[in-house]
């Protein structure tokens, strides 16, 4: 079941929630005369795929979507709302979290305890390339342009309403985005390569990273490790989270001359 993806198991959770929901109806109706009111039906469909989500191999804050989506439908129905609403806020949300469902990746914000911890990390550098990979808002790509060590600071990001916001982000306070997929990036030039993803791309990224950067690069990922990669350093940060980053010096991954 947890090979399914997950936007499937959860339809087949609530084909299970519904077939369960038929089953207590069913039994219900010996001692009590339908109809039953829709809203209680509809909260009973919710409640019950949300039960059955963890357990049937759902991550467990999959229960809020899994009960909003029998009553949101209901409620929908109900107030008549007019169904391009849903299309629009649909639209919407996929222009934002664009790489949730393709890179596993969604839009989540590095802090200012973290920005404050790549200043510090690179403070007896000079002329520093920074790229920020899947960018976001630009927020990292600002900071670090503003800072007087760095020569360029860069990010690249698909997803199109952050892209738009971190371009316009940066024409106004520094910095350069690309609408550019990762994947597509050159990482010779840059001397901090910068990545808050999620463990699914790290793999994958790692070969990248160690076949373009060069020797005094540097790679930092906040919060998710290569797997099997032992990091030159982690720092843990003073922040509410208690951030981890995971700092990978490449001339410690590149073979050493004889
Ligand atoms: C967790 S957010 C981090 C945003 C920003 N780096 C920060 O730390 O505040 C990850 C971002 O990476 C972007 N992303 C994921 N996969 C990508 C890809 N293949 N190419 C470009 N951007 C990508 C997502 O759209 C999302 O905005």
């Keep these: 079941m947890k ?17 369960i929901l038929a089953g207590v109806v069913q039994i219900l109706s010996l001692w009590v005369a339908p109809p039953y009111p829709f809203w209680a039906l509809a909260v009973a469909q919710g409640v019950l795929a949300a039960f059955l989500s ?15 989506l029998p009553v949101g439908l209901y409620l929908g129905l109900h107030f008549q709302i007019n169904p391009w609403w849903a299309l629009l806020i649909f639209v919407v949300l996929w222009m934002i979290f664009f790489n949730a469902i393709k890179e596993r990746v969604p839009l989540y914000l590095t802090n200012g305890t973290t920005r404050q911890a790549l200043k510090k990390l690179i403070k007896r ?63 010779a030039y840059y001397d901090v390569v910068y990545a808050f993803l999620s463990p699914e791309p790290m793999p994958k990224l790692w070969q990248k ?8 690069a540097i790679f930092v990922s906040n919060s998710f490790a290569v797997p099997e990669v032992e990091p030159s350093e982690i720092w843990e940060l003073d922040d509410r989270r208690k951030t981890k980053l995971y700092l990978y010096r490449m001339q410690d991954f590149q073979p050493k001359a004889a």
């Excluded at 060590?149 to 990010?155: A, I, L, P, Q």
């Design 54 to 68: 963890c357990r049937l191999g759902l991550p467990c804050w999959w229960r809020l979507i899994q009960f909003s």
């Design 125 to 187: 550098q000079q002329q520093v390339r920074f790229l920020d990979l899947g960018c976001g808002l630009g927020g990292n790509v600002v900071f670090m342009s503003q800072l007087v060590n760095v020569e360029r600071s860069d990010g690249v990001e698909t997803a199109p309403i952050p892209y738009l916001i971190a371009k316009l982000f940066t024409l106004v306070r520094g910095g350069n985005v690309f609408a550019m997929d990762l994947w597509k990036s050159q990482l």
């Design 209 to 216: 990273l160690v076949n373009e950067m060069h020797s005094d």
């Design 3 to 19: 090979r399914l993806p997950k936007i499937v198991l959860a339809l087949l959770i609530q084909g299970l929630a519904l077939l």
